[in-house]
């Protein structure tokens, strides 16, 4: 699954895969060449490889459960709640950290 992410520097959105280890510029916007976590740009692309593969195998997941005759539905809207307010709440403690 490719994640999308908007550059802080240009605005402009492009696919984090962009700036994986076969772009012309590993670790930097693929329009303005801003370099993305800089004090982190050695795990950055591993990171960035990583959240794309877990997203990938958690959608093929919940796809097979809701293939199944379980006799209950799958609060899909609630989930994806729930998800970017987990995720918004990893950002803030980054940030106090």
Known sequence: M???AQCDTCRRT???SQIGP???AP??????GARFARHYSTVL????AQAEGSAA????TLGRLQAMETGFDLDIEG???TIGEQVRAQDTHASTA
Do not use: H, M, N, T
Request: aromatic letters at 12%.
């Open 57 to 60: 195998a958690f959608v093929a």
């Open 22 to 24: 076969d772009s012309d």
């Open 45 to 48: 692309v591993d990171a960035v």
């Open 2 to 4: 490719k994640i999308e």
């Open 27 to 32: 670790g930097r916007c693929p329009f303005c």
């Open 14 to 16: 492009f696919l984090l």
């Open 79 to 81: 989930l994806l709640r």
